[in-house]
Structures are given as C-alpha cells and as structure tokens.
C-alpha cells in the first residue's frame, strides 16, 4: 500500500509528478504540462503510465495529454465540468467522488476560481494533495474565472485538511508569494520562517515544492482571509471572509 512520488520540473515553471502505487505498478501523472520530460522520467523509474489525473483545462497542464495517451494508452481523468475545454478526457470525475489508482484512493475536492471547474486530488492514506494551481506555497492561482465567494469556500476544504499534509502544486511561485505576503502581513513569524526555509531551498537548487499545509495555514495569507489580525490590517473589520479573501487575491494581482 506504499506509494512513491516523484516530483520534477516541467516547461518554465510548471511541476510535474509521477505517483507509483508499489503494490500494483499502477502509475499516474499529476497534470501534463509536457509529454517529453513525464516520459524521461517514467523511463528512469522504469515504470509504465496508466493514469493522468488533470485538474484544469489551461494549456500548462494538459499540451501532453495526447502524445502520452498515444505512447502508453493511459486513461486520461479529468473535472466533469472543463470536459469542452480538454481534449482527450476518458473519465470524468467529480467533487466528493472517488478515483483508484491500485491501492491508493484519491478523494476529489472542487477548487473552483483559478478555473470554474478546477479539481484537487487528495490521498488521504499517504495525506498527499495535488492541486494544480488551485493553492501554491504562500499563495493561490488568479481568480481567471468565477467569483471569489466559491473560490474562498474551495480554499477552505483543502485548508480543512490534516496538518501533516504534503501540497504537490502546480507552480514554483513561492519566493514571488513570500514577497507579497510579507509586504501584506509583515509580523508573521510562521511567514517569515518559511521564506526563509524556501529561500534556501532555492538557494541550494531544490524545489520547494512539496510543501507542509500546516505550516502553508499558518503563513498563506489566502488561507488566513478569516483572521483577525490580517482582516484589521486590511482595514476589513465586519467584512465577510470572502470580501477578504477578494481583496487580498486583487492587491495581489496589482503588486
Ligand atoms: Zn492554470
Ligand atoms: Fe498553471
């Protein structure tokens, strides 16, 4: 029931992971922002693909869904809701529902606002989570598509998972997060501890993905859009969560 994951680098700043359930040889990949280097990896492990579990429809994550579907006729998961926006889908999942792959039982958890139907894939057994760019280090994907009310609420559930989570991103964007959490939450020790720790990691070459959700609640500000001391700071007192959350994902945008 062990499971091994690899994580590399993919285009310019995309993630890419392979997910090998030991008991079964049954593989996945997280996303497909490329076909060439999944394939290189795939070969240095020696294993063979047999899923691809997409979270969203953009381009970064799915150019190589066809080129990896004709090498190894994997089957090709996807959200119900992107099923016009991506080519190639076999299988549609949904919020709430469940995928296997060998042993390890994925969970689907809906993350809609960086896309309208934007899904995450959680393990509960080896408490791993893959969620495109739904949640980065320090920070979460632009609010591309929807409003921030379900945005917020999508945030939540993956912020309701355990403490000792590992967070499998899309992205290496931490460093440019840290500059703007720190810039709205200064006082933040947990923040500034992990910039350092992620300023070092990138200092000595390493990603800093994946990453710990108990430290990310901690320090992401997106998470902490229902605290009270980073809601005075943004001069919101008495605003809803979301309204918060939507402030700070805008002056975000705009630094
Ligand atoms: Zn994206
Ligand atoms: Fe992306």
């Not at 929807?146 to 999508?154: K, L, Q, R």
């Not at 809601?231 to 809803?240: D, K, L």
């Amino acid at each position: 029931m062990s499971l091994i994951i690899k994580t590399f680098e993919c285009r310019s700043d995309n993630y890419g992971f392979l997910i090998h359930d030991e008991a079964t040889g049954e593989c996945a990949c997280v996303d497909a922002p490329d076909a060439a280097p999944i394939i290189a990896e795939l070969d240095k492990a020696g294993w063979r693909l047999t899923h691809v579990l997409i979270t969203h429809h953009h381009d970064d994550h799915t150019a190589g869904i066809a080129d990896l579907k004709r090498k190894y006729g994997c089957t090709i998961y996807g959200p119900t809701q992107e099923v016009g926006k991506i080519n190639g889908l076999d299988e549609l999942v949904d919020h709430n529902h469940t995928l296997d792959l060998g042993e390890t039982r994925f969970e689907v958890i809906e993350t809609p606002g960086h896309t309208l139907g934007h899904i995450s894939y959680f393990d509960p057994a080896s408490k791993s989570l893959f969620c495109g760019d739904a949640l980065f280090s320090l920070g979460c994907g632009r609010m591309f598509e929807g409003t921030p009310e379900p945005m917020w609420e999508g945030l939540k559930r993956l912020r309701a998972l355990p403490d000792d989570t590992m967070v499998y991103c899309g992205h290496e964007y931490t460093l440019a997060n840290a500059r703007f959490a720190l810039f709205i939450d200064p006082d933040n020790e947990a923040l500034r501890a992990r910039t350092e720790e992620a300023r070092a990691q990138r200092d000595a070459g390493q990603p800093t993905i994946p990453f710990n959700l108990g430290d990310d609640k901690k320090a992401n500000p997106f998470l902490r859009a229902d605290d009270p001391g980073l809601v005075e700071r943004m001069g919101m007192q008495g605003a809803e969560p979301f309204e918060v959350f939507a402030a700070i994902r805008k002056a975000k945008d705009n630094f």
